[in-house]
């Protein structure tokens, strides 16, 4: 994905040290990337949904009508809390190394603070909270760029796909089905590569 200014000022820093809050850093090439305070304000928000849909009471997630396509225009009925917090587990899990994932488990799922994550995972602080930065970081870009559907932004991750979407995956997937002469088993969310 292309990221432009308009897609990271809103997320930036305003007191980052390396985007001076505008959320793009200058390569060297002359390119430009997106700040990793951009990244980690898109996990931060992806894990506080995270959060509350796991703490909501099972009687109170919604089912919604989503609109399902194929050649039927099949419309199915799905609860998008659930949907939700398997796509964050599941993505998390892909995207992390193994001793990256205990930390990720430890810390954000089961909610230990960094003295008994540092006890239990024996690593000092320092190490520790460099360790969280970078899991921030890998997991919010990835919840960005994941194609077909992204967890964020998150408004438009619980809208629902769209027909338009649905077109413009069905087009994807024809034209990486012609190039690897593979057909895709389901829309199983692509991993980016590290
Ligand atoms: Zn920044």
């Given at each position: 994905?292309?990221?432009?200014?308009?897609?990271?000022?809103?997320?930036?820093?305003?007191?980052?040290?390396?985007?001076?809050?505008?959320?793009?850093?200058?390569?060297?090439?002359?390119?430009?990337?997106?700040?990793?305070?951009?990244?980690?304000?898109?996990?931060?928000?992806?894990?506080?949904?995270?959060?509350?849909c796991?703490s909501k009471e099972?009687?109170m997630t919604?089912?919604?009508?989503?609109?399902?396509?194929?050649?039927?225009?099949?419309?199915?009925?799905?609860?998008?809390d659930?949907?939700?917090?398997?796509?964050?587990?599941?993505?998390?899990?892909?995207?992390?190394?193994?001793?990256?994932?205990?930390?990720?488990?430890?810390?954000?799922?089961?909610?230990?603070?960094?003295?008994?994550?540092?006890?239990?995972?024996?690593?000092?602080?320092?190490?520790?909270?460099?360790?969280?930065?970078?899991?921030?970081?890998?997991?919010?870009?990835?919840?960005?760029?994941?194609?077909?559907?992204?967890?964020?932004?998150?408004?438009?991750?619980?809208?629902?796909?769209?027909?338009?979407?649905?077109?413009?995956?069905?087009?994807?997937?024809?034209?990486?089905?012609?190039?690897?002469?593979?057909?895709?088993?389901?829309?199983?969310?692509?991993?980016?590569?590290?």
């Amino acid at each position: 994905m292309e990221w432009t200014r308009t897609d990271t000022i809103a997320l930036a820093a305003s007191q980052c040290t390396h985007c001076h809050g505008l959320g793009l850093r200058l390569g060297k090439r002359g390119g430009s990337s997106p700040c990793s305070c951009v990244m980690r304000t898109i996990f931060r928000a992806c894990y506080r949904r995270f959060r509350e849909c796991a703490s909501k009471e099972k009687s109170m997630t919604q089912v919604s009508l989503e609109y399902s396509g194929g050649q039927a225009r099949r419309n199915t009925w799905g609860r998008k809390d659930e949907e939700y917090m398997a796509d964050f587990l599941l993505v998390s899990k892909r995207t992390l190394t193994p001793k990256q994932y205990e930390i990720f488990k430890f810390h954000f799922l089961l909610g230990a603070n960094n003295v008994l994550c540092c006890a239990r995972l024996k690593m000092d602080k320092g190490t520790f909270f460099h360790q969280v930065y970078r899991i921030e970081e890998s997991l919010g870009r990835v919840f960005r760029e994941l194609r077909p559907f992204a967890l964020f932004p998150l408004d438009e991750y619980f809208k629902g796909s769209k027909p338009e979407d649905l077109s413009e995956l069905r087009m994807r997937k024809v034209v990486q089905m012609e190039r690897t002469h593979e057909p895709l088993s389901s829309m199983v969310p692509l991993k980016k590569a590290a």
